[in-house]
């Protein structure tokens, strides 16, 4: 069955890296993807990264992909107060394009 | 370009009354999602049109949801009646196709009393 799961709260200081994490338990994930949820807002597509892959970098994000312990995290170097928000990992696997969420991980950024 | 669109944004209605979502996908994106958020929860998939064809409700509860897609463009999302238990944001999602970016839309909260 198709299970992610996120740890619910992340607080760090503002430039420091904040490290979000990720597991799942469907081996047939083919893409792994990671949104964010502002206050109020919908989701918007981060980053993804196909399931061949070991790492992908986009500016200052990072994502690291261990597909034999099925973990997926995000990196985000020089955390921004504007970075504060609901960050959602998801996975899709096999035929269907059916996306299932993780619960959320909500990154509080400090000064 | 403009985004997903959906109305109303907020929605607030006594239990046992009707209520209904409207959904506006990007131009030219032929699949269309409708998905449920609940309260510190990732959002989970309700309905799935291709075109104007649901090819996966199994996760829409029949006896009081319905959804169509008429002319495979705007979609509606209806609950009838609503129970306390609805209380949700309901997003609605679109993409150009099977396994593309899906964009959302803001979404649309309901609370029932």
């Known amino acids: 069955g198709e299970d992610v799961e996120q740890s619910l709260f992340l607080s760090v200081r503002e430039g420091d890296s904040s490290v979000i994490n990720c597991t799942y338990t469907?081996?047939?994930?083919?893409?792994l993807y990671w949104y964010k949820q502002e206050p109020g807002a919908g989701l918007q597509l981060l980053t993804y990264?196909?399931?061949?892959?070991d790492m992908k970098q986009d500016q200052r994000l990072t994502v690291l992909l261990n597909k034999k312990d099925k973990h997926l995290s995000l990196r985000i170097a020089d955390t921004q107060t504007g970075d504060s928000a609901i960050y959602f990992c998801?996975?899709?696997?096999?035929?269907?394009?059916?996306?299932?969420f993780g619960t959320g991980t909500r990154l509080q950024v400090t000064l | 370009e403009a985004g997903v669109v959906q109305s109303p944004r907020y929605k607030i209605i006594e239990k046992k009354q009707p209520v209904a979502f409207w959904c506006n996908p990007i131009?030219?994106?032929?699949?269309l999602y409708w998905y449920l958020q609940n309260l510190g929860q990732g959002p989970e998939l309700l309905i799935r049109?291709?075109?104007?064809?649901?090819?996966?409700d199994s996760q829409l509860p029949k006896d009081r949801f319905s959804a169509e897609r008429l002319k495979g463009v705007d979609s509606t999302l209806k609950i009838q009646p609503a129970e306390l238990g609805d209380s949700a944001v309901y997003l609605c999602?679109?993409?150009?196709?099977?396994?593309?970016?899906?964009?959302f839309g803001p979404g649309t909260r309901l609370t029932v009393l």
């Open positions: 469907d081996s047939s994930s083919t893409y």
């Open positions: 990264i196909f399931s061949n892959m």
């Open positions: 998801a996975e899709i696997t096999g035929t269907a394009s059916k996306l299932t």
């Open positions: 131009s030219g994106h032929n699949t």
């Open positions: 049109y291709e075109n104007e064809e649901a090819v996966d």
């Open positions: 999602a679109s993409s150009p196709g099977l396994r593309s970016e899906q964009f």
